[in-house]
T-cell receptor
């Protein structure tokens, strides 16, 4: 079946540090991959996505590359800010899956000034 | 203009009561969802409706009953509330099979 595995948090970084949050997946066929972000007290919002192998999604300085050979979609940012403190969710969507997103457990990020 | 809205934002109630949460989307999407998020931020899909038809019904106690009066609305009614129902409930919507989901701000339900 389909599944998503994310690195466990919480992750605590200093401002301007490099961020990597690992995400690997198991899926049949060719899923679309997503990173969602949840800021404190808010709903989730899409951060970036990739729909086929070797695609790179990017937004707000964050990037993730769809790697089919390693079944991974790691989230990276070169220099985090305090305002990036949030919970990050990796997810996949597979055709014929009744439009259901398969979610990772979420990784909490705290950035200190 | 809020894309996905939920009411109420906070709901505090006693065990055994019945309550409803309402959701509306003005994005013209054909699919709506209810999620439950626990205190550890784990996100669990509960229900999904496509064009007012139930398409996802995960293992959820039958005390939870969704209702979709039209494509833009999806309500969640909960009977006989229990302590374990305390969580944040999110509504979301999407268009098409693999498009992104748009989330509401959440309803924090506290059962005492």
């Amino acid at each position: 079946g389909n599944s998503v595995t994310q690195m466990e948090g919480p992750v605590t970084l200093s401002e301007e540090a490099f961020l990597t949050i690992n995400c690997t997946y198991t899926a049949t066929g060719y899923p679309s991959l997503f990173w969602y972000v949840q800021y404190p007290g808010e709903g989730l919002q899409l951060l970036l996505k990739a729909t086929k192998a070797d695609d790179k999604g990017s937004n707000k300085g964050f990037e993730a590359t769809y790697r089919k050979e390693t079944t991974s979609f790691h989230l990276e940012k070169g220099s985090v800010q305090v305002s990036d403190s949030a919970v990050y969710f990796c997810a996949l969507s597979n055709a014929g899956n009744n439009r259901k997103l398969i979610w990772g457990l979420g990784t909490s990020l705290a950035v200190n000034p | 203009d809020t894309a996905v809205s939920q009411t109420p934002k906070y709901l505090v109630t006693q065990m055994g009561n019945d309550k409803s949460i309402k959701c509306e989307q003005n994005l013209g999407h054909d699919t709506m969802y209810w999620y439950k998020q626990d205190s550890k931020k784990f996100l669990k899909i509960m229900f999904s409706y496509n064009n007012k038809e139930l398409i996802i019904n995960e293992t959820v106690p039958n005390r939870f009953s969704p209702k979709s009066p039209d494509k833009a609305h999806l309500n969640l009614h909960i009977n006989s509330l229990e302590l374990g129902d305390s969580a944040v409930y999110f509504c979301a919507s999407s268009q098409g099979g693999t498009e992104q989901q748009y989330f509401g701000p959440g309803t924090r339900l506290t059962v005492t």
